[in-house]
């Protein structure tokens, strides 16, 4: 694999980090891999397993998180599906889960970070550490709502994954494009490269090989507007700049507006099931 681009861990650690391309899969792969991943989580900065709202950037994470929860639970009910059981893996404090709850959906989750477990419990939402625990049951529908980017062994947990999805169900995915727009334009400092917590860094096309490779395929996609604005203010901080918010706005929108004529969003959701 040829180096792509050098990055580095802007909100935990400050450590460098290669990103390499394979080209089977026209996927990035972050270099070295730490084998204690854990610590680059143990963070108050990464709000992902917290509810800050200490900072603008984070109040502002918060208002759009709210409404992204209820369209993301708005996508999987517009599906033709028998849902039966749902199942979040990597359900960090659990507000998807609270949001599908309400709306009538069964539901598990699977959360390993055991400070983001535990404002699910505060929560009403009891998450599991590890799919060992699930007792093999089978879902109707599985989410990983920026989680696949996370794992270690991608196979091995795919595999795992499709083994408790129904034979008729729905897998979600939602990644990071790094072929969008507001990728290519903050290079180094794109926020959503997030190294080394981000251990895979995924196109359409890599998505779509890769679930080929366990007998799986992508059926829809969706797009997530806000997420080019979000990642396009942390990349602006990240670059230094302390008059952030118009020039992140503009790159945000115009990653939006070029992503409409190639379908190279920021972010996107793919709806795939196994194939028949």
């Known amino acids: 694999m040829k180096l792509?681009?050098?990055?580095?861990?802007?909100?935990v650690s400050n450590e460098e980090f290669d990103l390499l391309y394979d080209s089977k899969l026209d996927m990035l792969v972050t270099q070295p891999q730490p084998e204690n991943l854990f610590r680059y989580y143990e963070s108050e900065a990464y709000i992902s397993h917290t509810d800050a709202k200490t900072s603008f950037v984070d109040r502002l994470y918060q208002f759009v998180k709210g409404f992204n929860l209820k369209n993301k639970v708005q996508v999987i009910e517009n599906q033709d599906i028998n849902v039966g059981k749902l199942l979040d893996f990597g359900a960090g404090t659990g507000d998807f889960l609270t949001v599908a709850k309400k709306s009538g959906f069964e539901v598990s989750g699977i959360e390993p970070n055991q400070k983001a477990r535990d404002r699910a419990k505060q929560k009403g939402i009891e998450l599991s550490d590890s799919l060992a625990n699930l007792n093999d049951r089978k879902y109707g529908v599985i989410t990983l709502w920026h989680v696949l980017e996370h794992l270690p062994n991608l196979d091995g947990q795919l595999v795992e994954l499709k083994e408790l999805l129904q034979e008729d169900g729905l897998l979600v995915v939602a990644v990071p494009n790094y072929r969008s727009f507001d990728a290519k334009h903050y290079k180094s400092h794109w926020a959503a490269y997030d190294v080394p917590r981000h251990l895979w860094h995924f196109s359409r096309t890599s998505i779509s090989k890769l679930f080929e490779r366990h007998q799986m395929e992508v059926v829809k996609t969706y797009p997530m507007?806000?997420?080019?604005?979000?990642?396009?203010?942390?990349?602006?901080?990240?670059?230094?700049?302390?008059?952030?918010f118009l020039p992140a706005l503009a790159v945000g929108l115009w990653s939006n507006i070029s992503a409409w004529?190639?379908?190279?969003?920021?972010?996107?959701?793919?709806?795939i099931k196994?194939?028949?």
Do not use: A
Not at 261 to 271: A, D, G, M, P, R
């Open 4 to 11: 792509f681009l050098k990055t580095k861990d802007y909100s």
């Open 225 to 244: 507007i806000f997420d080019s604005f979000y990642v396009s203010l942390l990349s602006e901080k990240y670059r230094g700049n302390n008059f952030y």
């Open 261 to 271: 004529f190639n379908k190279e969003y920021s972010s996107v959701i793919y709806l």
């Open 274 to 276: 196994k194939k028949q």
